[in-house]
């Protein structure tokens, strides 16, 4: 998994942790979430066994759902979070707009950005 800093590596600290120190693990939990995504997700896209394929992505869509509960949980925890998060979609909705609805690239959104890499 993932080389993050681990303030505890793997061992149980001596004390409870702080609001603070808990927000912050659980920040670390996201990113474990999106990087178990990733590899399942590339990992499906690297074999062409139905089966394994489709366990793969069916646990890679539980690990996006776990985002969505340790979302929740930093919003309840930091009484914030949601705030920036609104803060950041509109941003990205404001650019979009700008982008696609107001025809400055051509008026047409693009629904993919295609393959990456050379076939
Ligand atoms: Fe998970």
Not at 10 to 28: F, H, N, Q, T, Y
Not at 54 to 63: F, N, Q, Y
Not at 66 to 90: M, N, P, S, W
Not at 107 to 116: D, K, N
């Amino acid at each position: 998994m993932a080389e993050f800093l681990n303030p505890f590596s793997g061992l149980v600290p001596d004390k409870k942790m702080s609001l603070s120190e808990l927000i912050r693990a659980i920040r670390l939990n996201i990113a474990a979430e999106e990087e178990a995504t990733h590899l399942y997700t590339a990992h499906a896209d690297a074999t062409d066994h139905p089966l394994a394929k489709k366990v793969l992505l069916d646990i890679a869509d539980e690990e996006r759902v776990h985002v969505g509960e340790f979302l929740r949980l930093l919003e309840i925890l930091t009484q914030d979070e949601d705030q920036f998060l609104a803060e950041g979609k509109q941003e990205v909705e404001e650019m979009r707009e700008e982008l696609y609805l107001e025809g400055k690239a051509g008026g047409v959104e693009p629904p993919t950005v295609g393959p990456l890499k050379e076939e």
